[in-house]
């Protein structure tokens, strides 16, 4: 791309011309979401997915995700800027595994958290986001047996939440694994007035710290409306972009890795994303996620339950 391009004017000029909405993920850099129509947690990104009544959805976020706008939205064409953007929990449930897994245990539901392939959507009865995982799984009588995949840490936090056991997958996000319990407790002890809020993605031992735990949209709320200066925030750093924006006066403090900073907690499949990469997406209206149909039909059952049940 010639260096000289002013690449947000082509972005307002190119999503004009080909009637694009541009969905961002929190966890993007701060340039693509304040270029986005909608930056949002999964499952809102979700429902913008399959409301929109745009041509095109420029997708900026990971490729699940994008998979889940095409699954809802299958007339419309779905791009995303780097179809390399893939996310270790999908990674961690192979399809073929899973499937067997399944058919293993016939007398459990299905529960899956969204951070997986459309393939292991196909064989899941309901899918979950961390914003809706409580009041879906508290909604199932109590005496069915349930499999929850594919993250060991957020099926656990239900898990004891819940008082519910569950048959876990053991996958894990890379990302939210690196936070070290050893230098949170020491960044609590130089800010001993600062809450921590938490993503349900992080190990148990980071989760008993935080004073808050939920989705990404939620941990929005929590950290801008809490009266404290300063707010400890145990998820993906892309996130204090939208909080510096919303509460300028207060202090956002990634949660650390054992380094102790928060520089090593960014997701390297979302920073695959960059502005250049956004514009030549929608210039070249592509890549395109592209599912086949019966797998898509599949997954989209369990997708359309969970909005049900969300509503
Ligand atoms: P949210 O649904 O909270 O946005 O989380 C998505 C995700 O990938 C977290 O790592
Ligand atoms: Fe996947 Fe973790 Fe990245 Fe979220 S932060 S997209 S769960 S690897």
């Not at 819940?162 to 002890?189: N, P, Y």
Request: hydrophobic residues 40%; negative net charge.
């Amino acid at each position: 791309v010639d260096p000289t391009l002013d690449l947000v004017a082509e972005i307002q000029r190119l999503r004009k011309e080909k009637n694009a909405v541009i969905l961002a993920h929190y966890y993007q850099a701060g340039e693509i979401q304040d270029i986005a129509d909608f930056v949002g947690d999964s499952l809102d990104l979700s429902r913008k997915a399959a409301e929109t009544d745009a041509e095109m959805i420029v997708f900026c976020g990971v490729r699940f995700m994008a998979e889940v706008a095409k699954i809802l939205s299958p007339q419309k064409k779905v791009v995303l800027p780097d179809m390399a953007a893939g996310c270790s929990l999908e990674d961690s449930c192979p399809p073929d595994e899973f499937e067997k897994f399944v058919k293993a245990h016939p007398d459990h539901m299905v529960l899956s958290y969204i951070n997986c392939s459309a393939a292991v959507k196909a064989h899941t009865d309901i899918i979950v986001t961390s914003s809706n995982a409580e009041h879906i799984v508290s909604s199932i009588p109590q005496d069915q047996k349930i499999i929850f995949a594919p993250d060991r840490h957020l099926g656990g936090f239900l898990s004891r939440k819940l008082g519910r056991d569950m048959l876990l997958w053991q996958g894990t996000c890379i990302v939210h694994e690196m936070f070290s319990e050893k230098e949170l407790i020491k960044l609590k002890a130089k800010h001993p007035d600062a809450p921590v809020a938490a993503h349900p993605e992080c190990p148990d031992n980071i989760v008993q710290h935080a004073d808050h735990v939920g989705s990404t949209s939620s941990i929005l709320k929590f950290a801008t409306e809490h009266p404290a200066d300063t707010i400890i925030v145990a998820t993906e750093p892309g996130i204090i972009h939208q909080m510096e924006k919303a509460a300028p006066n207060k202090t956002f403090i990634g949660a650390p890795g054992a380094d102790g900073n928060c520089s090593c907690n960014t997701c390297p499949f979302m920073a695959l994303n960059t502005m250049e990469k956004l514009y030549l997406c929608l210039r070249d209206e592509g890549p395109e996620i592209e599912l086949d149909e019966h797998t898509r039909v599949e997954a989209e059952k369990p997708l359309r339950k969970m909005l049900d049940l969300s509503a």
